[in-house]
């Protein structure tokens, strides 16, 4: 599965953005999938929300009510719409994607697949 993430721009704070995550597989409905950010000057990446197969969804505690996530099947894609943002937000967005469901939106499970990443620069 190849993973390709667009939609990464240079924003001011309280702008929105819309990323996207499109998989190659024929279809993405059996996938747990994932976005995460990696900071600046920072080694991790880390976990900002997920879908489940069954469309249930998971944010980490600092977007949410901001961020919100969502699988359109149709078009294979992943979709991470970022509102309110924040200087704090800037980061490097990637997607992932994994077969196994159990727990999917777990920060610390690990992914199969990823993209290579969107770059999300927000300005004060």
């Known amino acids: 599965v190849q993973l390709e993430e667009s939609g990464g721009d240079s924003v001011q704070a309280g702008g929105s953005l819309r990323l996207s995550c499109t998989a190659s597989t024929d279809t993405v409905g059996p996938y747990c999938m994932a976005w995460f950010r990696q900071f600046p000057g920072k080694r991790v990446r880390e976990a900002v929300a997920a879908v489940s197969s069954d469309g249930s969804t998971q944010y980490d505690d600092s977007v949410k009510g901001r961020f919100a996530a969502s699988i359109d099947r149709a078009k294979k894609t992943l979709i991470l719409q970022m509102n309110s943002l924040t200087v704090q937000d800037t980061a490097k967005y990637y997607c992932?994607?994994?077969?196994?469901?159990?727990?999917?939106?777990?920060?610390?499970?690990?992914?199969?697949?990823w993209g290579r990443g969107t770059q999300v620069n927000v300005s004060s």
């Open positions: 992932a994607a994994d077969i196994v469901q159990i727990g999917c939106g777990s920060p610390s499970r690990s992914y199969d697949y």
